[in-house]
């Protein structure tokens, strides 16, 4: 395990004081129920999201709060965490127990986790300028992509709906199914004057998007 901890320093470039912090931040709760990576993911949630606040707003100093939210929205999800995480292959230094394999599609979400708790553990390791300067690092190129906000289905959807019925969409949860650690959630959407589409997803709001996109493409918005 040593020289896979040194390993992952050199690809982050950055050497803890304490491997134990960096090791905890790599475990999750399926291999260690009372010592693992939960708070420091919950901490690097906050300390990436401040981080990326801070500099859309030094980016783009006259843009409405609206758009500078949908930016930030696009660049601290879930996905683009997992899609960062991906990038350094943390997948072969987390620690998981035997009930999750490796290549699950459900550790899209437990990836994109465990980068946050190791940007907590830089935090608590040494500073928040260490932990600027890794977020920067491996998000540089998507705060420059980020000139072009990209409008979700939801919100496409919605803008449609507010104009042409003056009302909403309307989404409604059929049923969870699957494991505790594995749900999948099934939604219907529907405009006022359209059929209702069903769709599934790992989360209520992925199911939502799914949802928004197939009746966007069935509308042909």
Partial sequence: MINKLKELEEIINYKFQSKNILKKSLTHKSFEENSNNEKLEFLGDRVLGLVISKNLL????????????????????????????????????????????????KNEKISGDCLEALIGAIFIDSSLKNAEKFILK????????SD??????????????????????????????????????????????????????????????????????????
């Fill in 58 to 105: 030094i980016k783009y100093p006259n843009e409405k709060e609206g758009v500078i939210d949908k930016k930030y929205a696009n660049l601290v999800n879930k996905k683009k965490c997992a899609e960062i995480a991906n990038s350094i292959n943390l997948k072969k230094y987390m620690l998981l127990g035997t009930n999750y394999k490796k290549n699950d599609q």
């Fill in 138 to 145: 491996y998000w540089e190129s998507s705060l420059k992509k």
């Fill in 148 to 221: 072009l906000t990209i409008i979700d289905s939801k919100t496409k959807l919605q803008e449609y709906s507010l104009k042409k019925y003056k009302k909403l969409p309307t989404y409604t949860l059929l049923k969870t199914s699957g494991p505790h650690h594995k749900p999948v959630f099934k939604v219907t959407a529907k405009t006022p004057d359209s059929k209702k589409v069903t769709a599934i997803g790992s989360s209520k709001k992925e199911a939502q998007q799914n949802a928004a996109k197939k009746l966007i493409e069935e509308l042909k918005i």
